[in-house]
């Protein structure tokens, strides 16, 4: 059974950082890209950012520059470096697999709150 558990969200000030975990057990991880997705009140899930198998690595608009994805296969853990936080980065995190043509898996999230 694959399981994915998320940490390190938390309160930070705008302009502050965070390090967001992933730890995924099975052996669902090596094999798959991962992602980071964040869904804030009242709005649409969003793609953060995804680190393919070889190490590349997408990021979405709104989080470019600001945020890094990485990955350390030995660990199976993924990892979302946050900085220069924003108001409008609070929400929900959520890591998963990313496997084209079968089901993904989702951690359970972890939630980040941005203060002005």
């Known amino acids: 059974q694959v399981q994915l558990v998320e940490s390190g969200g938390g309160l930070v000030q705008a302009g502050g950082s965070l390090r967001l975990s992933c730890a995924a057990s099975?052996?669902?991880?090596?094999?798959?890209?991962m992602g980071w997705d964040r869904q804030a009140p009242g709005k649409q899930r969003e793609s953060v950012a995804l680190?393919?198998?070889?190490?590349?690595?997408h990021y979405g608009d709104s989080v470019k520059g600001r945020f890094t994805i990485s990955r350390d296969n030995a660990k199976n853990t993924v990892y979302l470096q946050m900085n220069s936080l924003k108001p409008e980065d609070t929400a929900v995190y959520y890591c998963?697999?990313?496997?084209?043509?079968?089901?993904?898996?989702w951690g359970q999230g972890t939630q980040v709150t941005v203060s002005s």
């Open positions: 998963r697999t990313i496997r084209p043509g079968e089901p993904d898996y």
């Open positions: 099975g052996s669902i991880f090596s094999s798959n890209a």
């Open positions: 680190i393919t198998t070889g190490g590349i690595t």
